[in-house]
């Protein structure tokens, strides 16, 4: 039997049971387009479809909602998948595979068919016949002292192990400048003594030792380049200029 080609398996849908509020169904689908989900499916929202709150949520996921689909039963929804995953903090009484979100993403990459990550409403989560429709469960490691987390986390949070085995947009990487030669960084530390000792900064006397040494060590903790240096520089000699007329 040949491998699965795991980059041909299709995007997961993400299916929504008895949401209840339209704002958390468009934050759900930012979550969603973030990591390059697009495929929407509700059952029975509980204040019907559309909605207009879920519009704003969304904040500009507008694929995502108007490609929204909307099923009476969490069947029906799922009919064309060949492994839907319940997400769950509790097995509630069904026994099933039990998998961490990245455990979960590793299958679906891996699986030919069309996978479904579902999830129950906000304030109870999946009922039990939901879980037991499902192929295996999800469930996100978690502080025991605080396991809450709402629908757009848990979304996030499915859908974000799942974009790290595609090609996503990432930002660019900006290169830092390279660090000066430590005789310029002796040059600016000269140069701001200097205008220090001008303004009488060093007082009392008898504290100069310390303050410099002081001073020296805070400027020689970062990596100033050559381009910090002489911008430095440059303010420091404007603040020793007289003020210009207005």
């Given at each position: 039997m040949s491998?699965?080609?795991a980059s041909a398996?299709p995007?997961p849908v993400?299916?929504?049971?008895?949401p209840?509020?339209?704002?958390?169904?468009g934050k759900?689908a930012?979550?969603?387009l973030n990591?390059?989900?697009?495929?929407?499916?509700?059952?029975?929202p509980r204040?019907?479809?559309?909605?207009p709150?879920?519009g704003?949520?969304?904040?500009g996921a507008?694929?995502?909602?108007?490609?929204a689909?909307?099923?009476?039963?969490l069947?029906?929804?799922?009919a064309d998948?060949?492994h839907?995953y319940?997400?769950t903090?509790r097995?509630?009484?069904?026994?099933k595979?039990?998998?961490?979100?990245?455990?979960?993403?590793t299958?679906v990459h891996?699986?030919?068919?069309?996978s479904a990550?579902?999830f129950g409403?906000?304030?109870?989560?999946?009922e039990?016949?939901?879980?037991?429709?499902a192929h295996?469960i999800?469930?996100?490691?978690?502080?025991?002292?605080f396991g809450s987390?709402?629908?757009?986390?848990?979304?996030?949070?499915?859908a974000?192990?799942?974009?790290k085995g595609k090609a996503?947009?990432?930002p660019?990487?900006v290169?830092?400048d390279p660090?000066?030669e430590h005789?310029?960084?002796e040059?600016?530390?000269?140069h701001?003594?200097r205008d220090?000792?001008a303004?009488g900064?060093?007082?009392p006397?008898?504290?100069?030792t310390?303050?410099?040494r002081?001073?020296?060590?805070?400027?020689?903790k970062?990596?100033w380049?050559?381009?910090?240096?002489r911008?430095?520089?440059g303010?420091?000699?404007?603040?020793?200029r007289?003020?210009?007329?207005?």
């Open positions: 491998e699965i080609d398996a995007p993400v299916v929504l049971v008895r209840q509020l339209g704002e958390n169904i759900a930012r979550a969603m990591f390059g989900l697009t495929e929407l499916r509700l059952v029975s204040d019907g479809w559309p909605n709150d879920a704003p949520a969304a904040s507008d694929i995502v909602l108007a490609g689909q909307v099923f009476d039963t069947a029906e929804a799922t998948c060949t839907i319940a997400t903090v097995k509630r009484g069904v026994t595979p039990v998998l961490t979100p990245e455990a979960a993403a299958a891996a699986t030919a068919g069309r990550y579902v409403p906000e304030r109870s989560g999946l039990t016949d939901d879980v037991a429709l295996s999800v469930t996100v490691p978690i502080n025991p002292e987390l709402n629908l757009a986390q848990a979304v996030i949070l499915l974000y192990e799942w974009s996503l947009a990432t660019p990487e290169p830092l660090p000066a005789g310029e960084l040059g600016l530390i000269d701001l003594v220090l000792d303004a900064y060093f007082f006397p008898d504290r100069r310390m303050t410099l002081t001073l020296r060590t805070a400027l020689t970062t990596g380049s050559y381009n910090d240096i911008m430095m520089r303010i420091i000699t404007a603040l020793g007289k003020a210009r007329p207005r």
